[in-house]
């Protein structure tokens, strides 16, 4: 239906809430595809649960969210009950928070409350990629990996501090298959290392080779956690990983930053804040961009973004011959169950020496 033909312009509401019942008084109003009380309650916690999440990850309105806000929280959306052994929900889940944004934004647009609709062909999480989780395979991983350089500490002086940060997080994602929530939510307090100021976790370092013999080698571990028990548990990183987040912490340490243990690890350019999911998975997607682009239709590495690379991960340890309940635990997964999806890409025989193996 076509929403301008269909009703006159009403005023623009005041919140977020008075957007969702202006459109469900619409719903009902029509003679065919009103809404059940069942329906109406689901999508309106669907409408709330996205609006909050605009909120935590911007902060940003509702009539603020462009497509790639969109498509960063349809990535994120954690399995509820049963399904919470799952690395995320199912695609018909996906497809259906993607169907009911896209009704509420495009009668928002018709009432030319928002210029565009945010929910579009770039914010849709393709069906096949969430059926078949995609993955890399070995060649193309290796060529990822081998594009991170590595880690100097300290780095060079004329380094821009942004590469440093990004070099860390990239060998996060792909190294230790760490979530968008949990590098965003990563604070100073949570890194751990022979070589940090305080036990407790602070921006300074020790410079490299001043600690106690045989400590300046130690792996850095971090200490994570989620709405999931299974999220609860700390992880020590491979060496790579190790040096890039220490190098990234001797950079942070020289801007003019809060220090404490209660400050974000990663901070963003602008506002010095945590980075957003939506920074994370442009972060991301330009490295697989810029490395594989000539080896793949735009389409498809238009789409690839953290989890992907998450998944990448979880398939070279599985490549790599890592035990099933350990690589539970590195993911901080509850269920075997899982990992189902993404056996079908296991090929043993091709697993590198980047696997991200830890110590």
Excluded at 24 to 44: D, F, I, T
Excluded at 213 to 235: C, E, F, Y
Excluded at 279 to 302: K, Q
Aim: aromatic share 6%.
């Amino acid at each position: 239906m076509d929403w301008s033909e269909s009703m006159s312009t009403l005023p623009l509401p005041s919140t977020a809430e008075g957007v969702f019942k202006a459109w469900a008084l619409e719903r009902a109003a029509q003679r065919r595809g009103g809404l059940s009380p069942r329906s109406l309650a689901s999508y309106h916690s669907l409408w709330a649960g996205w609006t909050e999440y605009l909120l935590a990850h911007g902060p940003l309105a509702w009539n603020q969210a462009k497509s790639p806000d969109v498509r960063a929280y349809l990535e994120a959306l954690s399995p509820r009950g049963q399904a919470r052994g799952m690395l995320h929900v199912s695609t018909v889940t996906q497809r259906r928070y993607y169907r009911v944004l896209k009704k509420i934004y495009a009668f928002a647009q018709a009432q030319q409350w928002v210029e565009d609709n945010p929910v579009d062909a770039g914010a849709s999480v393709s069906p096949t990629e969430q059926m078949d989780s995609l993955v890399f395979h070995a060649i193309d991983w290796d060529a990822l990996l081998q594009a991170v350089p590595p880690p100097i500490d300290p780095p060079p002086p004329d380094q821009p501090w942004l590469e440093v940060r990004d070099q860390a997080i990239l060998r996060l994602m792909m190294q230790s298959a760490l979530t968008v929530a949990e590098l965003a939510g990563l604070d100073i307090g949570d890194v751990r290392h022979p070589r940090l100021a305080s036990s407790h976790g602070v921006g300074e370092l020790w410079p490299a080779g001043e600690t106690e013999a045989g400590l300046t080698d130690a792996a850095v571990m971090l200490d994570l956690s989620g709405a999931r028990k299974a999220q609860d548990r700390r992880i020590t990183l491979p060496a790579e990983a190790s040096a890039a987040v220490l190098a990234w912490l001797t950079v942070r340490a020289t801007l003019p930053l809060p220090q404490d243990a209660g400050t974000p690890l990663f901070v963003s350019r602008k506002k010095a804040g945590r980075l957003t999911p939506r920074a994370l998975f442009h972060l991301a997607n330009r490295h697989v961009s810029s490395t594989l682009g000539p080896r793949y239709p735009d389409t498809v590495l238009a789409h690839a973004g953290p989890m992907t690379l998450r998944n990448s991960c979880i398939v070279r340890w599985l490549d790599a011959g890592v035990p099933e309940d350990e690589i539970l635990a590195r993911a901080g997964l509850r269920e075997a169950q899982a990992l189902l999806r993404l056996r079908k890409h296991v090929h043993a025989s091709d697993a590198p020496d980047c696997a991200g193996q830890q110590p």
